[in-house]
Structures are given as structure tokens and as C-alpha cells.
């Protein structure tokens, strides 16, 4: 199987079902099963409600499906054009290596393209090495003088009513 064997659809109601397995997929291959909150409803109403949150694809080998990526419009302030960030890209174990990874970055950054986006960003990992390597050969420059910070829970419920 090459790469041309895959196509990628955008996610439609239909899928949520779909979309949440492969959530929960993804957070058992990164171990944090125990974070996942999502619901059918819920990401029924971020993807499809009256005012969407984010966009997701889904790429399939003939047809089953063997990954997704969600995404969603960003804004920077230094380049004064939006960009597109990938919350997540997931590939099942037997497709890997295969070609759908790669398929799905190049239907995103087209999407950017189109959609005359500045950039295109993600977060990966430290430990995901085979990850960071396989967003390298395609060109990506991991930003390590950057870090990641985070409200969530209690803390930003303390801060959003301060």
C-alpha cells in the first residue's frame, strides 16, 4: 500500500462515533486513557454546532478508516494571518509507516495554502522520538525554546472568575 492508496474525507455527523474511537485510540497509544473527557455530543457540538470549533478529516485505506486529524484556525499576531493547528493527527499501528501520516500533513498544509494561512503548527511529545522524526523528514523544525503552558480545571476556574 502506498500513499495514493489512501483517501481523506472530511468529517461529517456520521463520523463522531468514528472520531471518538480513534480519540480513545490515540490516548491509549500515548497512555493517557484517564484524560479523556470527550463525548459523541460533545464533539458533535465542537465540530458540527452552531458555531464550530475545530474541523476534522478522516483517511481511509479502501474502506477502513486508519486515521484522523482535527484542526483548527489560529491566529498570529507577528506574521497578521491566521494559521491552521493540528490538535491532533492519529494513524492506527497497522497503518503506520505506510504512507496515511504523511497523507494526511499534506491534505492539512493545503488546506493552509488554500486558505492563505501563515503557518501550520503542532505540539508532539518529547518522548514520541519516532514522531518527531517522521514531522522532520517533512520539513517541520520542532520550536524547543517554547514552552507549553496550560490552564485547565480548578486553576482556570479560579482564574476565570477572579
Known amino acids: 500500500m502506498s500513499a495514493e492508496d489512501f483517501h481523506i474525507e472530511p468529517a461529517t455527523e456520521a ?4 472520531l471518538l474511537q480513534l480519540i480513545t485510540e490515540l490516548a491509549e497509544y500515548e497512555t493517557l486513557t484517564h484524560l479523556v473527557a470527550a463525548t459523541e455530543d460533545g464533539l458533535h457540538q465542537a465540530l ?11 483517511a481511509y485505506a479502501g474502506d477502513e478508516p486508519v486515521g484522523f486529524a482535527l484542526f483548527f484556525q489560529n491566529f498570529s499576531t507577528f506574521v ?9 493527527l492519529f494513524v492506527r499501528p497497522k ?8 497523507r494526511l500533513l499534506k491534505h492539512l498544509a493545503a488546506i493552509a495554502v488554500e486558505r492563505n494561512y501563515g503557518r501550520m503548527e503542532w505540539m508532539v511529545l518529547d518522548w514520541n522520538e ?3 522524526d ?3 523528514r517533512l520539513g517541520a523544525k520542532p520550536l524547543e525554546e517554547w514552552i507549553l ?7 482556570l476556574q479560579r482564574l476565570g472568575r477572579s
Open 15 to 18: 463520523h463522531v462515533p468514528l
Open 48 to 58: 458540527f454546532g452552531p458555531r464550530p470549533a475545530a474541523e476534522a478529516v478522516v
Open 80 to 88: 497578521g494571518r491566521p494559521g491552521l493547528y493540528l490538535e491532533d
Open 95 to 102: 497503518w503506520r509507516g505506510k504512507g496515511a501520516g504523511a
Open 130 to 132: 519516532t514522531a518527531i
Open 134 to 136: 517522521f514531522y522532520r
Open 149 to 155: 503552558c496550560r490552564l485547565t480545571g480548578d486553576e
